[in-house]
């Protein structure tokens, strides 16, 4: 998604939280909507990335399910060449991603885990057996 929006107007836009988009003063909304009328693909484009946000953060999952197929519609029919790769991959994985709007859980924790070791081994150069990376991961994260 951030690479679509970043490929259509990267000219136009610095990249903000939501949080600062939200405090915008009157001016800096003035400048936004000039920069939006200026060029319909940038306008298009930074409305699907809107609207993406407001889907990610719905809580029911048939509500969210619904809306996600709204969106990915709308995104083909932009005809934005930049947002192909994440249609491609939203319609790839779709059962999974609305799953995880029906399951809060993740695997964040454990990919997070093993970058860690990963990144240990990368440090470390190689060790000469397994009972000392197996200690070393244990002192590091156990």
Avoid at 3 to 16: E, R, S, T
Avoid at 78 to 98: K, M
Wanted: proline fraction near 3%; glycine fraction near 2%; aromatic fraction near 14%.
């Amino acid at each position: 998604m951030s690479i679509a929006i970043i490929n259509v107007y990267c000219i136009f836009h610095k990249p903000l939280s939501s949080d600062a988009r939200a405090n915008f003063t009157p001016e800096q909304q003035a400048v936004l909507r000039r920069m939006l009328d200026q060029n319909e693909d940038v306008y298009t484009a930074w409305s699907l990335k809107e609207w993406f946000i407001q889907v990610k953060n719905i809580n029911k999952y048939s509500y969210a399910e619904r809306e996600l197929r709204t969106w990915l519609q709308a995104a083909r029919e932009s005809n934005l060449p930049e947002f192909d790769p994440c249609i491609s991959a939203l319609h790839n994985w779709f059962r999974y991603i609305v799953n995880s709007f029906r399951h809060k859980y993740t695997n964040g924790f454990t990919e997070g885990m093993n970058n860690n070791i990963k990144v240990l081994k990368r440090i470390a150069y190689g060790y000469r057996n397994f009972n000392n990376l197996r200690n070393r991961v244990m002192l590091c994260f156990g």
